[in-house]
């Protein structure tokens, strides 16, 4: 139980990883970063809980990156 949420932060970043490649539409590759946001977070949590100070750093910068990516796939607006 206790490697429950490393795999599914493993799962949730795989998924958005798959997504965002895929170039689907503008919408689900922001949606993908929001699912990645999310997967990044949940490293954070286990690098901190399981002492692993690369993991928490590494996922702490990568949260940013991906709030970066949702702002600019989901809020900014592209000119028309």
Do not use: C
């Amino acid at each position: 139980m206790e490697h429950v949420p490393g795999y599914f932060a493993m799962a949730t970043g795989i998924v958005a990883a798959v997504i965002i490649s895929a170039n689907l539409s503008r919408r689900l590759t922001g949606y993908a970063f929001v699912l990645f946001t999310f997967s990044s977070l949940v490293w954070i949590a286990v690098g901190f809980l399981e002492d692993q100070p690369p993991l928490l750093i590494q996922n702490i910068i990568l949260t940013l990156v991906n709030i970066f990516g949702v702002y600019r796939w989901l809020i900014l607006k592209r000119p028309e």
